[in-house]
């Protein structure tokens, strides 16, 4: 934002901010950071230790949390940039025919205008990550029917199972994919971070 914003009223930043497809994007890669620092505490998954592995699994499983919050805000900036606006009238609209959180729904919401290209594997991990945006937070959703839609192959669904290192370097595709039609600016920070994170140094088992 410039100076002029201070003149603007409530709504008209609001308004502002909701749709500005660059401030999701660079949103999401606070969160892709965040999550990166607690992915470094353990580069490799503590084998023969139950100790040291509830330790790992507190991190992984808020590190999850904060890659599916990641994803969801890559989503709707791609929304915003190619689709529709976010916020109208001051009030913020949910995309239709989506749920809160559920990111397969985001995707198919977004693919009726844009081919995203994710492979089966990679929308099987991004439902697994719809799941972490609630499970990081808390122990269970507010209902039954409040579960995130599961990919077409539910009955191989691996709820909250992370494979590592091949899940990290599935995310990192997926992330990849969707920055192809991001903003360019953010879009290339994000992307760079991938890389140097994701795809040169990936975890190990």
């Not at 199972?161 to 600016?185: C, N, Q, Y």
């Amino acid at each position: 934002m410039n100076d002029t914003d201070d003149d603007a009223s409530p709504q008209d930043l609001f308004e502002s901010v909701g749709n500005d497809p660059g401030i999701w994007a660079t949103r999401a890669e606070a969160l892709l950071t965040s999550a990166a620092v607690l992915d470094a505490q353990y580069p490799q998954v503590p084998q023969n230790d139950s100790s040291a592995f509830y330790g790992f699994f507190k991190l992984h499983i808020a590190a999850m949390m904060l890659k599916g919050m990641a994803i969801e805000c890559l989503l709707k900036s791609i929304w915003i940039k190619h689709v529709s606006p976010l916020v109208v009238k001051s009030k913020f609209r949910s995309i239709p025919s989506t749920k809160d959180h559920d990111l397969l729904s985001l995707v198919t919401a977004l693919e009726e205008h844009i081919e995203l290209g994710l492979s089966q594997e990679e929308a099987a991990l991004v439902a697994v990550l719809s799941h972490a945006i609630t499970s990081g937070r808390y122990p269970l959703a507010r209902s039954i029917s409040a579960r995130p839609t599961k990919p077409d192959s539910g009955e191989q669904m691996k709820w909250c199972k992370w494979e590592i290192p091949a899940d990290d370097m599935r995310f990192a595709s997926i992330v990849d994919k969707l920055l192809r039609h991001t903003d360019e600016g953010a879009g290339s920070q994000i992307s760079a971070y991938t890389i140097r994170h994701r795809v040169l140094s990936p975890r190990v088992t």
